[in-house]
């Protein structure tokens, strides 16, 4: 699943963003869970964007900053920018200032989290590390590891190893990302582009000769060989055709072919 943070102006935040500023990188991030009404897994996800909405009128009214949380994550696995990462939200006592909360939208006293919350918790996660946000990947742990609370419930709790498997999973894949599988025939470059190359390299090849003084050197190979390859000799009649001219035949038929596709 692709993954982004839904900023705070497509949601449509209408309160203050926190309640002033917060340094970072803080030092991690905290789980909590909202206790609202879960929206539904079926786009176009309309109930997701309100939800955030209610959380907003919710924080602000309680607290008077906007909205409590740092990100919020709906069951759809939807990422929110709740206050911006550099102000300080109003979600963990005495924790504010250093600290960042991600917020499962629900009640994970009595529900599971869903595969695309866990997962979207475990990209944000590592996402925010390796953009300096916060000191390291894993979780902190849970808002009740800190006071005497519920939050973020028993099964989104009992979730929070999976969380930090996920998020290690995507700081190892996004440090070293999978090569990308060879060009097809159809991506390769054109005839003319491996021309121009090909003539590019040598006249810059002959400047740097003519400017060292090193003249029939590298250069004039260069321009043995392009000649070799931009104006190929046909093999004469009953000799063998060289590797050169064979794949230039190759070639040929392959052209051929999707021409005669067309």
Not at 73 to 98: M, Y
Request: with cysteine; proline share 8%; glycine share 10%.
């Amino acid at each position: 699943m692709t993954h982004r943070i839904i900023p705070r102006s497509e949601w449509g935040a209408t309160k203050p963003n926190g309640s002033g500023p917060a340094p970072l990188p803080a030092n991690g991030v905290r789980l909590h869970h909202s206790v609202t009404i879960a929206p539904d897994l079926v786009p176009p996800f309309t109930d997701d964007y309100q939800a955030i909405r209610d959380l907003e009128r919710i924080g602000h009214a309680r607290f008077g900053a906007g909205i409590s949380y740092t990100f919020p994550i709906t069951p759809a696995g939807l990422i929110f920018e709740g206050h911006s990462v550099d102000r300080k939200g109003t979600h963990t006592a005495k924790r504010n200032s250093v600290e960042r909360a991600i917020s499962f939208v629900g009640n994970y006293e009595t529900d599971k989290p869903t595969a695309e919350m866990i997962d979207a918790a475990g990209w944000l996660l590592a996402h925010g590390f390796l953009s300096g946000w916060w000191r390291a990947a894993p979780l902190l742990g849970g808002h009740r590891d800190v006071k005497a609370t519920a939050c973020p419930g028993r099964h989104a709790y009992a979730a929070i190893g999976e969380i930090n498997a996920t998020a290690k999973r995507y700081v190892d894949q996004l440090t070293n990302p999978i090569p990308e599988p060879p060009k097809e025939w159809s991506d390769m470059a054109t005839e003319a582009e491996v021309k121009a190359a090909v003539k590019a390299g040598v006249k810059e090849a002959l400047a740097e000769e003519a400017k060292n003084k090193t003249k029939g050197s590298l250069g004039y190979m260069l321009r043995g060989i392009s000649r070799s390859v931009l104006e190929p000799v046909e093999p004469k009649e009953g000799s063998k055709p060289n590797a050169f001219q064979q794949l230039r035949e190759q070639g040929r038929q392959i052209k051929s072919a999707i021409g005669n596709k067309g």
